[in-house]
């Protein structure tokens, strides 16, 4: 089976957070959310089709069905976007996982007029709910997005096998970074609880302190 590299990127704040990396470190597991609970308020929304009232009831409970755990790919390491977004501004941590490329299925981006396209009104309610939830508009293109699917009522999945946690270094290239560290609370505490963190890796999972790009 083909295998790929994706990145879950997570905050590291407070203890909260700590104990929610501890967790997926030593179960492998990652929580998944309903459609309606991710980030984007439009989830779903776009497809422009003459569909009947029926077929649109039964296309929103097969999406509401599904429970979801997004990744990204590619050069995400290198994104300042994602870990501005999801690891709260390099005080947190990428997960690098490998998993089989059947196991998740990856983003296709879409402009809102395209949107619809290949999204037939022959298709089953299930495979035109599932071609929806694979879908975003193209100004999030830059998440390279794949997303674990599953269609059950658990809500923690194991997906795949870490190997590496990549800690963001916030100002670790400055020539005063002690100094930085010193007079701001929140990279204090960020450091601790990455010592910490670090402290409890298995062998088997690598820890690399990640610089922001200059």
Same mark, same amino acid.
């Given at each position: 089976?083909?295998?790929?590299?994706?990145?879950?990127?997570?905050?590291?704040?407070?203890?909260?957070?700590?104990?929610?990396?501890?967790?997926?470190?030593e179960?492998?597991?990652?929580?998944?959310?309903k459609?309606w609970?991710?980030?984007?308020?439009?989830?779903?929304?776009?497809?422009?089709?003459?569909?009947?009232?029926?077929?649109?009831?039964?296309?929103?409970?097969?999406?509401?069905?599904?429970?979801?755990?997004?990744?990204?790919?590619?050069d995400?390491?290198?994104?300042?976007?994602?870990w501005?977004?999801?690891? #709260?501004? +390099?005080?947190? &941590?990428?997960?690098?996982? =490998? *998993?089989?490329? /059947?196991?998740?299925?990856?983003?296709r !981006?879409?402009?809102?007029?395209?949107?619809?396209?290949?999204?037939?009104?022959?298709?089953?309610?299930?495979?035109?709910?599932?071609?929806?939830?694979?879908?975003?508009?193209?100004?999030?293109?830059?998440?390279?997005?794949?997303?674990?699917?599953?269609?059950?009522?658990?809500?923690?999945?194991?997906?795949?096998?870490?190997?590496?946690?990549?800690?963001? #270094?916030? +100002?670790?290239? &400055?020539?005063?970074?002690? =100094? *930085?560290?010193? /007079?701001?609370?929140?990279?204090?505490q !960020?450091?601790?609880?990455?010592?910490?963190?670090?402290?409890?890796?298995?062998?088997?999972?690598?820890?690399?302190?990640?610089?922001?790009?200059?």
């Amino acid at each position: 089976m083909t295998k790929i590299k994706v990145y879950k990127f997570r905050p590291l704040a407070n203890c909260d957070d700590y104990c929610r990396i501890k967790s997926i470190i030593e179960t492998g597991k990652f929580w998944c959310s309903k459609l309606w609970n991710l980030n984007d308020p439009m989830e779903g929304v776009y497809v422009i089709l003459d569909i009947s009232r029926g077929i649109l009831e039964q296309v929103f409970t097969e999406k509401n069905e599904y429970v979801i755990c997004a990744f990204s790919g590619g050069d995400a390491l290198n994104n300042h976007l994602l870990w501005g977004y999801y690891a #709260n501004g +390099y005080k947190g &941590v990428a997960i690098e996982i =490998e *998993v089989e490329l /059947n196991e998740i299925e990856k983003m296709r !981006y879409k402009t809102k007029e395209n949107f619809s396209e290949g999204i037939s009104l022959s298709d089953e309610s299930s495979t035109i709910a599932k071609k929806i939830i694979t879908r975003k508009l193209d100004a999030w293109d830059h998440e390279t997005e794949f997303r674990f699917l599953r269609k059950n009522k658990e809500d923690n999945y194991k997906i795949g096998s870490i190997k590496k946690i990549h800690f963001g #270094n916030p +100002y670790g290239n &400055v020539k005063n970074y002690e =100094e *930085v560290k010193t /007079n701001s609370k929140s990279l204090k505490q !960020y450091t601790e609880l990455k010592n910490r963190l670090k402290s409890i890796l298995p062998s088997t999972i690598e820890s690399i302190d990640f610089l922001p790009l200059t």
